[in-house]
């Protein structure tokens, strides 16, 4: 990736800024797991995205003529025989193309400096636990020298509002390394797919972990850093559980397996989720749901191109959905109603839960606002999914080429005396990630089929 690609990031984000104003990024924090075991460190997304450096314990400081200072780890030949190699402040303008880099360990001694005879001080809201303490002690040290005729600023602004509407829309780079990311994930949910039927037909004791072993291997095989977000494996009714993880279940012949898992490359996350049958064939009210399941995301898809508006799909997903529950009596008409009722009352919520997606990016639920930005656009009410009043709000916003998304409907049937027995115990999700185009959508994970046919000749 070019240096100049992320220098013209951060010009973007100096143009939003008035012409006194500076903005501060932090990357991550290191984070103990327990006692000298640390979680592995991950940059933070915003930081990365205005200079793709890796290292922890680091802040970038940009002006708005675009002038950046990266304050960063300094070399320490002791810390590195530890921790690694350090690219250190001498090293880092012309590696990252910037314009300064001091030692970190400067931070808090520079920063008044910088920040004073400034406007406004630019900085990720709600996203670092102490970044407001330590702006405030910063500007507290910025006014102790007003009598000295130094200006202090006068307002904070959120960074994340210009940096989220940056980030929605993805680059050529972005897209890129989303494809390569997609492509893993898909041969990872083949492998594991794969695995199950292998492993039913050996009469071999199969369980979830071995399922999620096969994940693991696929992304580090092909070069991801690991899993986007905890990998989902769920046999049988633990599908019905929506954040289960991958656990000690056993995947028995006969039960469907729901794996939502998905690798991040090159810090951009994908998101695939395929529900299968463990042994390979899917039997009729499995495919009776999986068919409902597959149909109801073939109507987001086609509901999803630029000019739509985000909840299009959503709405084009649940309205299969729900005429698919009338139609296998897991909702009955005569205590529902018809389909409109069924829309109105929310009463397919019992099996459809969740949203049909979300933006995808650096972070797997990504940054972006899902109302229109237009303080001008229609409002709409509805029902509160939470019980409580209905809702007021700015209808989503409209889908722009270059947005990625999921699209991710799901049924899920947990045991009940009032719901048809054969359908027990069955949670399907289809979840693939595409990218807005003028025309349609891009789908960037379809190199695992969703067919039950293209499924089923896989697992034989
Ligand atoms: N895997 C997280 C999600 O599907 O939203
Ligand atoms: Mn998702
Ligand atoms: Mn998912």
Redesign the pocket.
């Known amino acids: 990736m070019s240096i100049e690609l992320y220098a013209q990031r951060r010009q973007r984000l100096a143009q939003a800024m008035g012409p006194q104003d500076i903005a501060i990024i932090p990357t991550a924090p290191t984070r103990v797991r327990n006692r000298d075991a640390d979680y592995p460190f991950r940059a933070d997304s915003y930081f990365y995205y205005l200079c793709g450096f890796t290292e922890p314990d680091a802040c970038l400081v940009i002006r708005a003529d675009g002038h950046t200072t990266l304050f960063c780890q300094p070399k320490d030949l002791e810390r590195e025989i530890w921790d690694g190699y350090r690219l250190g402040p001498e090293q880092a303008p012309s590696a990252l193309g910037l314009e300064a880099a001091l030692s970190v360990t400067q931070l808090d001694q520079q920063m008044p400096r910088l920040m004073a005879n400034t406007e406004s001080v630019w900085w990720p809201f709600a996203t670092h636990d102490d970044l407001h303490h330590r702006i405030e002690t910063w500007l507290q040290s910025v006014r102790s020298q007003v009598r000295l005729g130094v200006a202090a600023p006068q307002v904070q602004r959120d960074a994340c509002a210009v940096l989220d509407e940056m980030r929605l829309i993805k680059d050529a780079h972005e897209l890129a390394l989303m494809r390569t990311a997609g492509r893993i994930s898909a041969q990872a949910h083949i492998r594991a797919m794969q695995r199950s039927a292998r492993m039913l037909r050996a009469g071999e004791d199969a369980r979830e972990y071995h399922l999620e072993a096969e994940l693991l291997h696929a992304f580090r095989e092909h070069g991801a850093e690991g899993p986007a977000?905890t990998s989902?494996v769920a046999a049988g009714a633990n599908a019905c559980v929506l954040h289960y993880r991958a656990d000690r279940a056993a995947v028995r012949d006969g039960d469907l397996v729901l794996i939502?898992a998905a690798c991040e490359y090159m810090g951009y996350a994908s998101?695939i989720?395929r529900t299968f049958p463990a042994n390979g064939r899917f039997s009729g009210p499995q495919a009776d749901v999986y068919a409902l399941v597959l149909a109801s995301q073939e109507a987001a898809i086609a509901a999803t191109r630029a000019g739509a508006r985000f909840d299009d799909p959503h709405d084009a997903a649940t309205r299969v959905l729900a005429q698919g529950m009338l139609d296998l009596k897991l909702l009955d008409a005569n205590a529902v109603g018809n389909l409109d009722d069924v829309l109105n009352s929310r009463a397919y919520a019992r099996f459809y839960m969740h949203r049909t997606g979300?933006w995808l990016g650096m972070d797997?639920?990504d940054c972006g606002a899902y109302q229109d930005p237009d303080p001008e656009a229609p409002r709409i009410t509805v029902p509160n999914p939470t019980g409580g009043d209905p809702i007021t709000k700015r209808v989503s916003r409209v889908l722009q080429a270059g947005m990625v998304l999921?699209i991710?409907p799901g049924l899920y049937v947990r045991a009940a005396t009032d719901v048809p027995e054969a359908f027990h115990d069955i949670g399907v999700r289809i979840?693939d990630d595409a990218v807005v185009t003028a025309q349609g959508c891009e789908l960037l994970t379809r190199d695992v089929p969703v067919g039950m046919q293209e499924i089923e000749d896989l697992m034989r």
């Open positions: 977000y989902i939502d998101d989720t979300h797997v639920h999921t991710e979840e």
